[in-house]
């Protein structure tokens, strides 16, 4: 039995494709759902030393601008999705965050105790999964509760 469920979402087309899958879980269940979104923090390396994301949009401001509209499109779309899930009778709530997403995703399910983990795979392998990375493969190894993994067929 899932009492809480985590539904870290990378994209609209997640909501799309894992969503329902959330929230027939949760209906089942009786569980709470927790959509999560991870804004990607990125690090810069430059001659004058080591930066991320949120330290250079502090220095440029066009890129302030830009993240602060990257988080409002995000807050709109979990808010939306949130009252989805809510007016189907699910307790739901949402957090979005800037960082690296995987470890995001398993800080965030072990302080709010997930019991299951229900998320996107984008089906890489070989080259593409060691250059791109894959957040789907360090949840799978290092989630504290049980995953469910969705293969997304991208649009």
Known sequence: MYKKILVPLASTHDCQTIFPKALEIADKNNSILKLFHCIHS???????????????????????????????????????????ASSEGIKTEWECMMGNPSSSIIKLAKNWEADLIIMGRRGLTGLEEMFLGSVSNYVVHHAPCTILLITKKEP
């Open 42 to 84: 990125e690090v810069y390396f430059t001659p004058y030393g080591t930066f991320t994301t949120s330290e250079v949009t502090q220095l440029v401001p066009q890129w302030r601008e830009n993240l602060e509209q990257e988080k409002e499109k995000v807050r709109q779309w979990l808010t939306e999705y949130s009252q989805k």
